[in-house]
């Protein structure tokens, strides 16, 4: 209908509780309306109300893809006042591409003064500063529509505090060149937010005795906690060509608080056999080498 409502609470100072307080856009609009438009509109929220005003969030779609007030869609903030029954609007959050999204839609008042918009039938988001500045501009889909009938949506966006923790554990490889090469171990924990470091413990043994690995003084790659997290997956140099290789490594996944969350598995280092070797250096072997996967480590061997 194009219209906003505010009705009354079971608590409302102004009139009986399911009573229609006022009316803003739409056929029965009760209100001088300056500077702005809407219609089609989502996801309304009040903030800071008084007994003579209002201040209103929403987004308007401005179109539903038939009629329209608008060619693009926006987030409005709008100032209510009930008495001199006048809206005007405080800030408008257009999109950066002249988008118009024909359903669907948000716009959230984000806890640091900033406002994230969702776009609805489009496959968007956007966030903005306390000025209506943008802050980046995010696609997290690709729109097929017209391709057998496929459209990515997302109704509607929000962001809030959110921390992963997998049920699986860290994943690790361990490589060396030859028995006395360089011992570089990869290790990643996809979904994990809170590591920040990674310890390594090596051994001649699968079932240890275990020694814990540090980073070499002064190293650029990490400190006496471990090697800080660098990415998805973090590299460790734990042993420099010339040194026998440690056959066996497992590493554990460190918080800010230098507790441990998980642990991988140990793993035995990875030694390319005489076929695969001409594919690999001091690092790794070429992701072309299609022998990579299914040939033995020759580690047991060191």
Known sequence: MNAIYKIAGKDSRLAAPGTLIWTLGGKRNEFDIRGFNFSRQHTVRFYDATDTTDTI???????DGVTSTSTISSGKLVLVDNSTMTASLVLQLSPPNNMSS?????????????????????????????????????????????????NIQSYRAWKSPWIGRPITRPDIVAYAQNCSGALHAYVSWNGATEVTTWRFHTSASAVGPWEEVKPAVGSAEGSPAGWAKTGFET???????????????YAEALDMDRQVLRRTLPVMAFVPNSTLAPFCDDAACSAGSTEYMSVESMAWQC
Do not use: C
């Open 57 to 63: 969030s929403f987004f308007d779609n401005g179109s």
């Open 235 to 249: 590299t460790a140099l734990l042993s420099k060509a010339g040194e026998r290789i440690a056959r066996f490594v």
């Open 102 to 150: 024909a359903s669907q839609g948000s716009m959230q008042a984000l806890p640091n003064g900033n406002w994230l918009v969702g776009w609805g039938a489009q496959p968007y988001y956007t966030e903005y500063n306390p000025d209506g500045k943008i802050l980046y501009h995010a696609q997290f889909g690709r729109s097929l529509r017209g391709k057998k009938g496929l």
